[in-house]
């Protein structure tokens, strides 16, 4: 069975300042890769998915995220923060199914990210 | 475009109601997921239907909970004779055809039990 683990509950940094939000996954293939964003109160909105190919990948708002396989991580990373940036933020791995459609994701505990003005 | 649209945003029922969850999908998707999020917890998948057929229910639990997705009409989550327990937020997410890996959520049904 696949897992994800977000082994940090909460991340404190200062605006302008970089970010980086840690996911390793367990899946015996090549998994699907997700980071969402969640604010108070309102539903998940995807930043970036790795399907294959380039393993860095770029997603909105100035997010990106690396697929290592050799450390099973897929790490969300940002240069330079901004109070908007403050939310939930949750990785999740999924994969195909053999009849075309796609699996319920799996997702980590999320990582609650403070800014600090 | 319209996202994906749920209602209603909030739902206060008592112990032993029913409870009735809708999902629109966004326009041209035929995929629809149910996920649960308890407070402090990510989201736990539930079901996975397609129009009318249930794909993957391997989430669900057995018994007072049973979704559907008609041939018209939105899809709905239906939890009978509530428990406490159940109060949670309750989001569907949808994925076009073809790019079915691509789940796009809308933004929740909060369930309080009373």
């Known amino acids: 069975a696949q897992s994800v683990t977000q082994p940090d509950i909460h991340i404190t940094v200062s605006e302008g300042a970089s970010l980086e939000l840690r996911c390793n996954y367990s899946y015996g293939a090549t998994p699907y890769l997700f980071w969402y964003v969640q604010s108070p109160g309102q539903g998940l909105q995807l930043l970036l998915k790795?399907?294959?190919?380039?393993?860095l990948v770029q997603g909105i708002k100035g997010f990106e995220a690396e697929f290592k396989r050799s450390q099973s991580s897929f790490n969300l990373r940002k240069p330079s923060v901004h109070w908007s940036d403050a939310a939930e933020y949750f990785c999740a791995v999924g994969a195909a199914m053999t009849g075309g459609g796609a699996d319920g994701l799996t997702f980590g505990k999320g990582t609650h990210l403070i800014i600090q003005p | 475009n319209a996202g994906v649209m749920q209602n209603p945003r909030h739902l206060v029922r008592r112990r032993g109601q029913e409870a009735r969850l809708r999902c629109s999908p966004m326009k041209g998707h035929s995929h629809v997921y149910w996920y649960r999020q308890l407070p402090e917890e990510g989201l736990k998948f539930m079901v996975y239907l397609q129009k009318e057929n249930i794909i993957d229910e391997s989430g669900m639990p057995k018994e007072r909970f049973s979704a559907e997705f008609p041939k018209e009409g939105p899809s709905i989550l239906r939890i009978q004779q509530v428990v406490r327990g159940d109060s949670a937020a309750y989001f569907c997410?949808?994925?076009?055809?073809?790019?079915?890996?691509?789940?796009?959520f809308g933004p929740g049904t909060r369930l309080t039990v009373t």
């Open positions: 790795y399907f294959s190919g380039d393993t």
């Open positions: 997410a949808s994925s076009p055809i073809g790019h079915s890996y691509e789940q796009y």
